[in-house]
């Protein structure tokens, strides 16, 4: 939805002369696209493209008849364009209404390659729903009404079509690869397929794609496009068939999602080949590619069954995620299946976004009763006046989530969240055992470190028998899951043979990361290194692939974290901002340990998740209750 970032478009809106939309008909705008003109035929020059927009109604009433789809109408079809405004400069220009208008240049070009299609301008043509110019965008109220019903508009039209945008950085040569890839398997939703680049017929067909490929792919599956925040509930609403639009190219939605499947069920050979074609690394391929399309994926599948979606996933990739205006990465949120059970808000674009924020953080935690969105929160930026229960919706690189909806952890032993809000809305009180406090951290430089061998003179101690301490630390590394987030087979304790620092060298990350540097860090009296590369446990030598596997999540899960042990001896993976005297909680309703610290009597404020080895899967609350009954939980007030 627009903001004062295109003041300009704003105000040439006004030319259009908006009549208000009919409630009672579910009435929106659609706009039909012209011919091509010649300068005879209109006052504009010739190459502009022209489009009338009216008013239609959406209402089932207005179906063909009550057998046909609801997506089909007495007056025809429209498809819902889903597309990124783009920057504003330089300015275009369209025809709307016989009146010129301003646009940006991304939707020009969608615009203008639509209308070489006869579908949009042939007889009976399909008519177009795009949401910059069929919304009033200088009414505020109408915008309020609706961002509130894009669901429905998205789910009445024929099809979503989607504009990657013009074509660059040979996305010609990548839509033929993904065609490729696509034809060279068999289109399917499981992400746990083992087909993989190096194996027949992928070889055939990837030897027959032109050098550059891999660069073009790669280019392809980072674009702007996918950051989006809108194109999850856009996307869901559609079939597999989905149009996929890049400049003159067109492939549908199963066919890219597919040859995406490929390369992320080998991400290894991808990264691999893409890498040595572009000359850099290309880890942002996974979070900014290969993440975003399976999530949307599993949105519109689940839409399709009426089920309810991974809402921790969705809510992870808000800080990467991008939009106009920043409140609209909530406001997006609320026309996918799944939240609407859970989130009860009204869009209002008037409020300011930390109110915007607070509203939604808070029905998500009292209407859901749950507190797993506390997970993604405590990453808040300087300058931001919100509490450190809200979740951060800005564009700061966070940390990953520890997993997801796969395998999730049950650290709370499944217990429902009892939570209640004071001080106009700005505290959260909660319920919850205090686990322990943090007693040291690894080489993080920006925190007073202290280590295991202190001036207190308190010796080098751990929660976990001898024999268990080398599982717990190599299970602590990857916080116990795999690449797909499934439970770490216990065939890892192999990764033990290899000496520490090679495992550091076979990483992404820097020599300066918190994972080198914990190699020094202090575990039992004994320095991580000398617990890897040693020959007398009882394991397998680790093979190339369970390395590559086992850094693959590393890779994942280190950045922004570093490794900690407490003061009754358990090993964790805290946020990296955690210093010692930080206490750990198990808060009822969350099913990770939350790191908090006090900042005045008994507030405290989130400093983010951990894995903390040995109680993840609800052993506190188990050991209290055969020892106690019920677990006693106290008040948590949490600013």
Not at 130 to 135: A, F, N
Not at 183 to 210: C, F, G, I
Not at 323 to 352: C, M, Q
């Amino acid at each position: 939805m627009a903001t004062s970032t295109y003041p300009n478009i704003l105000e040439n809106f006004a030319l259009i002369a908006y009549r208000p939309l009919i409630s009672s008909t579910r009435e929106i705008r659609l706009l039909t696209l012209l011919p091509a003109v010649t300068a005879q035929e209109s006052f504009a020059p010739a190459d502009l493209i022209h489009c009338q927009l009216d008013h239609y109604p959406i209402d089932l009433a207005y179906a063909n008849s009550p057998l046909s789809p609801p997506r089909h109408f007495y007056w025809g079809s429209y498809n819902a364009l889903s597309y990124t405004w783009g920057s504003p400069i330089p300015p275009a220009t369209i025809i709307v209404n016989t009146h010129p208008v301003t646009v940006t240049p991304n939707l020009e070009a969608a615009l203008r390659q639509l209308r070489s299609n006869p579908e949009y301008t042939g007889p009976n043509s399909t008519k177009l729903w795009v949401d910059s110019l069929c919304i009033n965008q200088t009414d505020i109220p109408e915008r309020n009404r609706e961002v509130k019903r894009m669901k429905t508009i998205y789910s009445c039209a024929a099809t979503p079509v989607l504009w990657l945008g013009p074509a660059a950085d040979d996305s010609d040569l990548a839509m033929e690869a993904v065609s490729a890839l696509n034809a060279a398997t068999t289109y399917s939703s499981n992400e746990n397929s083992t087909v993989l680049l190096t194996q027949a017929p992928l070889v055939q067909t990837l030897m027959h794609l032109q050098p550059g490929v891999w660069a073009a792919l790669y280019h392809l599956f980072t674009r702007a496009y996918w950051s989006r925040i809108w194109i999850i509930q856009e996307i869901s609403q559609g079939q597999d068939t989905l149009p996929v639009l890049c400049g003159t190219k067109t492939v549908m939605w199963k066919t890219l999602h597919t040859a995406m499947l490929v390369l992320y069920n080998d991400q290894i050979t991808a990264a691999r080949l893409i890498e040595a074609d572009l000359g850099r690394d290309s880890k942002d391929l996974a979070s900014r590619g290969f993440s975003r399309i399976g999530t949307i994926e599993r949105c519109r599948l689940a839409c399709m069954k009426g089920q309810s979606v991974d809402i921790l996933k969705i809510l992870d990739s808000l800080p990467t995620s991008n939009s106009t205006d920043p409140r609209d990465k909530l406001y997006a949120l609320v026309g996918i299946e799944g939240f609407s059970r859970v989130v009860d808000i009204n869009p209002d674009y008037e409020a300011s976004v930390e109110d915007a924020v607070m509203t939604f953080q808070r029905s998500l935690v009292e209407k859901g009763g749950s507190l797993e969105s506390l997970r993604l929160t405590g990453r808040l930026g300087k300058g931001q006046g919100m509490p450190s229960w809200c979740l951060n919706i800005l564009n700061e690189r966070p940390r990953s989530l520890l997993t997801n909806d796969k395998a999730r952890f049950m650290a709370s032993n499944g217990r429902r969240a009892t939570v209640h809000f004071k001080d106009e809305g700005r505290r959260l009180t909660c319920r919850g055992i205090k686990l322990d406090t943090v007693y040291s951290t690894s080489g993080n430089p920006r925190t007073t470190v202290r280590t295991s061998h202190d001036e207190d003179g308190l010796q080098p101690r751990s929660m976990y028998p001898k024999e268990e301490i080398a599982s717990a630390i190599w299970r602590t590394l990857v916080s116990d899951r795999t690449h797909r987030r499934a439970q770490a087979p216990s065939e890892w304790s192999a990764i033990l043979s290899v000496p520490f620092m090679r495992l550091v060298s076979h990483s992404s990350l820097s020599s300066e990361s918190s994972f080198a540097r914990a190699a020094s860090f202090s575990i039992a009296g004994e320095p991580l290194t000398s617990y890897f590369g040693r020959a007398d446990y009882e394991t397998e030598e680790a093979s190339p692939e369970m390395v590559a596997r086992y850094i693959l999540v590393v890779d994942r899960i280190f950045p922004g974290r570093v490794l900690a042990t407490t003061s009754r001896g358990y090993l964790a993976l805290v946020p990296e901002e955690s210093i010692v005297g930080d206490s750990i909680y198990i808060l009822i309703g969350c099913t990770t340990p939350i790191v908090l610290r006090s900042v005045a009597d008994d507030l405290r404020r989130i400093i983010g998740e951990s894995y903390v080895h040995g109680v993840m899967e609800g052993e506190v609350f188990r050991g209290w209750e055969q020892e106690f009954g019920d677990a006693e939980a106290d008040n948590v007030v949490i600013c």
